[in-house]
């Protein structure tokens, strides 16, 4: 199985380095379209996306990564947000409602 | 308390068997919860490792790949690395924590160097390959991570809200309801008996009264 990328034109470019196919996308179409492709190829075992991307289209994310085994979706901050990825702690909060 | 259960001895039964069932149901949810929560808490502390260490590994791929991009400009760079042959693969498989599936991630990479000639190429060239090389071997671990506690958070909640339901809702009713059917079996047994007595002492003075008519 191998990885797949969708996010801004050099995070694309640099993993496009290590033999990761992946897509530019910049608007809701483009990131759905590109998930869908993905997603239709049962080669893809991880779909790596940017966090900014991700939000624009949160719910179908959120399905994959509560309910389908897989592909796996991480989430990466891009560029723009370095630094400020959200905190797992966090995340966790968010999902379960309970403070660890 | 469940209204519609008639007071008799077979319900007292079957409701006794019901509250015993549903108070091993919540101690073994119970079980399962804590199970979860150490397993999830462990996983936690992993991926917030490993988080740092990814966000350390991308900023400094792209940083490189900045560089080469500036010292080589964008189209030779993307040329250039479309022709790299470098194939990474993902295996994945699965682990199981009490029902829930959890992902195992391993990346490997196939494909010998060199990849490029030399010839008119930076060095940071070199520097982004390995550092992307990194990064997605990080992000393969942390994908595993992430996916494991997503999926743990939700059948945490899950058994949260079953035990709850058990503890608050459903076991108090079921005991209330025995009390209720228990004290009306007593009730009424204690009717019958005085009923048995009232019947027995007029019998006794039925028969006195004939004896004396008698003599």
């Not at chain 2, 149901?25 to 199970?35: A, F, M, V, Y």
């Not at chain 2, 994945?92 to 991630?105: A, I, N, T």
């Amino acid at each position: 199985m191998k990885y797949y990328v969708i996010g801004d034109e050099d995070t694309v470019l640099g993993f496009s380095l290590v033999g990761t196919q992946g897509s530019v996308a910049t608007t809701t179409e483009q990131v759905q379209n590109a998930l869908s492709k993905a997603l239709e190829n049962k080669e893809y075992g991880i779909i790596i996306i940017t966090e900014d991307l991700a939000n624009m289209i949160r719910p179908i994310v959120d399905r994959y990564l509560f309910t389908e085994t897989f592909p796996l979706i991480v989430e990466i901050p891009n560029r723009f947000t370095r630094g400020k990825s959200k905190d797992l702690r966090a995340l966790v909060n968010e999902a379960i409602g309970v403070s660890l | 308390m469940q209204k519609h259960v008639a007071p008799t001895r077979s319900n007292l039964l079957r409701l006794n068997d019901e509250l015993k069932f549903a108070s091993l149901g919540r101690d073994l949810l119970d079980q399962k919860r804590s199970i979860l929560v150490v397993e999830l808490l462990t996983l936690v502390d992993q991926a917030v490792d490993y988080q740092g260490r990814v966000d350390k590994a991308l900023g400094k791929a792209e940083q490189s790949l900045q560089k080469s991009i500036m010292e080589m400009g964008r189209l030779k760079v993307a040329n250039l690395f479309g022709a790299i042959d470098i194939r990474s693969s993902i295996r994945l498989s699965e682990r199981k924590v009490m029902g829930v599936r959890l992902p195992q991630v391993e990346t490997t990479y196939s494909g010998d160097g060199p990849f490029f000639s030399p010839e008119g190429i930076t060095l940071s060239v070199e520097q982004s390959l390995v550092d992307y090389r990194e990064a997605l071997e990080l992000m393969g671990r942390l994908s595993q991570l992430k996916v494991s506690i997503m999926r743990l958070a939700r059948e945490v909640k899950k058994t949260i809200r079953k035990v709850n339901a058990l503890e608050k809702i459903v076991i108090p009713d079921l005991r209330e309801t025995v009390a209720f059917t228990r004290a009306r079996i007593e009730e009424s047994e204690r009717e019958n008996f005085i009923l048995m007595k009232m019947v027995k002492d007029r019998m006794e003075k039925s028969s006195d009264q004939n004896q004396t008519r008698k003599e």
